[in-house]
């Protein structure tokens, strides 16, 4: 906790250097704080987030939520703006945006959605949030108390996670409602959030009456559990007027039939089946069948043979892919499910064929990328790991998991130099300065590189031990 603060005094050095001579309406909010400033905050943030139990990198629905949100983003009023959609493990009914772009979505928000339409609508919400600058013209409303608004957002946003480590610590605070009420949106900014999101929602080729439905639900919802109200309607409230106001917007846009993604339905039952307990959650999944109560059969299945596969029951996971394979042929999720299936029981020759024949099929599904790397180094074959690895690194050079892969590999083929080295790019790039400064130390003493390597190495070193005096500098009052 002490460390969000003290990072974020680094980011206020400048906002408030910056805020002195500046005008107070309009077009403050793009002075004060300018969107390199945000992405700056954001990224801290990040790095705070990404180091949290509660984050879940899960590639399949990491890239779901990416791509989902990309289609919004293209339909938005500015699509310069970057964005990063990451998920976190938490049963509440949330989402939100972090300034820089980076949204997050609560597990709960996607099982509680029943359609893509419903989920697009809340993201579509968030992004105009975003695009309309709500973060920025929060921060510049508050100028003279910049540094409690900063440090209260990132605390507010850790602390509104179930299962946060830093999370709970500052819920037990006294001080969390207020934290809580610094952080909300005003009306007036909901209110512009509802109308561009759902300009976005039509633009992007959603049903823009996903939106009033869903919030109706989620009002219903909560008078049903009137204390545990989702987190979504304490940073968004959802009030009669609101719902109303939304409907008046979506009435024009007419019924508009739109068939749901089926990567939708199939990223909604795998949420389900790694969040629960997997003998619950295969009681789940098998009622749904027998009682035919689902939204698409596909989709149970999938999560069946998901929930199977984490209660090891490795014959009916063979049986439902069969089914599963003719039902969707061309799904690389299936595709990754077969390969995980003949890993664990053990088939690696076959498993290897099949990891070789889906990447060529899907050749950017990070899920097939991990696994396949996961299991050539565990057949002893760190080389083909290795080629793999640098042919993904090109697309995605910001992935952490690809560094791990890259060092478990030379780690295998004994080249420790090289291990360290690409120790410290992984650590690097989720958020550890520090341990990455360590990791390229010893990369320098092992001793077993080549000149060029090692220059290399200590060139890197340089730079990061620079960047890590600049970050204490910067924590000093
Ligand atoms: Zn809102």
Redesign the pocket.
Request: proline fraction near 0%.
């Given at each position: 906790m002490r460390r969000v603060l003290l990072l974020l005094l680094a980011v206020l050095v400048c906002v408030q250097s910056s805020a002195q001579n500046l005008p107070d309406l309009g077009e403050v909010s793009q002075a004060v704080f300018s969107p390199a400033m945000e992405r700056g905050l954001g990224e801290r943030i990040m790095e705070q987030i990404r180091a949290d139990r509660s984050y879940l990198d899960d590639p399949v629905i990491t890239d779901y939520l990416n791509a989902l949100g990309s289609r919004l983003v293209a339909a938005s009023p500015d699509t310069r703006q970057l964005f990063e959609f990451f998920l976190i493990k938490d049963l509440s009914v949330n989402a939100f945006a972090l300034p820089g772009g980076y949204i997050g979505v609560h597990t709960g928000l996607i099982t509680i959605s029943q359609t893509e339409s419903e989920l697009a609508g809340v993201l579509a919400?968030e992004v105009a949030?975003v695009t309309q600058r709500h973060i920025a013209r929060m921060l510049a409303g508050q100028e003279r108390n910049s540094l409690m608004t900063l440090a209260a957002m990132a605390l507010g946003v850790l602390a509104a996670r179930a299962n946060s480590n830093l999370g709970q610590a500052i819920i037990a605070g006294s001080q969390a409602a207020a934290i809580q009420s610094q952080l909300d949106?005003t009306r007036e900014?909901?209110r512009e959030?509802d109308r561009v999101g759902v300009q976005i929602l039509e633009q992007a080729g959603f049903d823009v009456r996903g939106m009033p439905s869903f919030m109706e639900r989620l009002q219903r919802a909560t008078r049903q559990y009137d204390t545990n109200a989702p987190d979504y309607l304490r940073?968004?409230p959802v009030t009669t007027e609101r719902i109303a106001d939304l409907q008046n917007r979506t009435e024009i846009h007419g019924y508009k039939q739109i068939p749901d993604n089926r990567s939708f339905q199939l990223v909604r039952a795998r949420v389900r089946a790694i969040s629960e307990d997997p003998r619950q959650a295969v009681t789940f999944f098998e009622q749904g069948l027998t009682e035919r109560r689902f939204l698409n059969e596909a989709a149970t299945r999938y999560g069946l043979a998901l929930a199977l596969l984490g209660a090891k029951d490795y014959p009916r996971v063979g049986r439902e892919l069969v089914l599963l394979e003719k039902m969707l042929p061309d799904e690389p999720a299936i595709a990754a499910l077969r390969g995980q299936y003949l890993s664990a029981t053990g088939d690696s020759g076959a498993a290897l064929t099949h990891y070789a024949a889906a990447l060529k099929k899907f050749p950017r599904f990070r899920a097939l990328v991990y696994d396949y790397a996961e299991l050539l180094i565990q057949q002893n074959r760190p080389d083909a790991a290795l080629k793999l690895v640098e042919e993904q690194r090109q697309y995605t050079p910001g992935d952490s998991r690809l560094y791990v892969l890259q060092a478990r590999s030379y780690a295998a083929q004994g080249k420790r130099l090289l291990q360290h080295q690409a120790q410290a790019e992984a650590y690097l790039r989720q958020g550890h300065l520090r341990a990455a400064v360590e990791q390229l130390q010893i990369a320098s003493r092992t001793g077993d590189g080549d000149f060029y390597q090692l220059s290399s190495v200590e060139a890197r070193l340089r730079e990061l031990r620079g960047r890590l005096k600049e970050a204490e500098m910067a924590k000093r009052p």
């Open positions: 919400h949030h949106y900014h909901e959030a940073t968004h």
